[in-house]
């Protein structure tokens, strides 16, 4: 059966310090693998997305993701956080099974940017 | 833009009643789900649909049932609702797998239920 661990729950980091949001899973076959942002009192939005080619993937807000088939992880990174980044964040990927995507979520990451 | 309305935000109801949480998509998406998030546990899949009429039980289906009617609704409801239902629900949806099978889900902002 298809995983994912976020192995952090929470994240405190002060404004303008680099993060990292670990994220691994466990699969037997090809993925398609997915961060997710869900801000307080919203729906979750898609961060970026890693689906085939290069494994370093960016988003327009600064983060990046790297694939790393070998250590079957999907990090999420970002060189330097603003206190507008506070929000949980969901690592999950994607099992195709018959004609839809369905997705395994981690159980997420709370990260809190102090000033 | 993309867009998932679940129009109930933060509805309260009592232990017994039968309850109906709404989700529409402008998107003419044919696959909609229903997930409950609950902390520490992420998000859990309870039922899925991938077109009209159809619908697949997700991970934890019990005390749940659903509804397609049309291809922008799917509703999910709570048989009997109890306590432990309390929870946010998250809806989704996205086009079929297939030759598009890397476009995401695109989430409503939640409906935030309690049962007393």
């Known amino acids: 059966a298809q995983s994912v661990t976020q192995l952090d729950s929470q994240v405190p980091v002060f404004e303008e310090a680099p993060v990292e949001l670990r994220c691994n899973y466990s699969?037997?076959?090809?993925?398609?693998l997915f961060w997710y942002v869900q801000y307080p009192n919203q729906g979750l939005q898609l961060l970026l997305k890693?689906?085939?080619?290069?494994?370093l993937v960016e988003s327009i807000n600064g983060f990046e993701a790297e694939f790393n088939k070998s250590q079957t992880s999907f990090h999420l990174r970002k060189p330097s956080v603003h206190i507008s980044d506070t929000a949980e964040y969901f690592c999950?990927?994607?099992?195709?099974?018959?004609?839809?995507?369905?997705?395994?979520f981690g159980a997420g990451t709370r990260l809190a940017v102090h000033p | 833009d993309v867009k998932v309305t679940q129009s109930s935000r933060y509805p309260v109801k009592r232990t017994g009643e039968k309850v109906f949480l709404e989700c529409v998509q402008d998107?003419?998406?044919?696959?909609m789900f229903w997930y409950r998030q609950d902390p520490g546990l992420g998000l859990r899949l309870i039922y899925f649909?991938?077109?009209?009429?159809?619908?697949e039980k997700g991970d934890i289906p019990e005390g749940y049932s659903v509804s397609r009617e049309k291809k922008e609704r799917f509703s999910l409801i709570l048989e009997s609702a109890s306590t432990n239902q309390t929870s946010m629900y998250l809806c989704?949806?996205?086009?079929?797998?297939?030759?598009?099978?890397?476009?995401?889900?695109?989430f409503g902002d939640g409906t935030r239920l309690s049962i007393l």
């Open positions: 989704a949806s996205s086009p079929p797998a297939g030759r598009r099978s890397n476009q995401p889900q695109h």
């Open positions: 699969s037997s076959v090809s993925v398609y």
């Open positions: 890693y689906l085939s080619g290069s494994t």
């Open positions: 999950a990927v994607s099992l195709l099974s018959g004609g839809y995507n369905k997705l395994i």
């Open positions: 998107m003419d998406h044919e696959n």
């Open positions: 649909s991938y077109d009209v009429k159809m619908k």
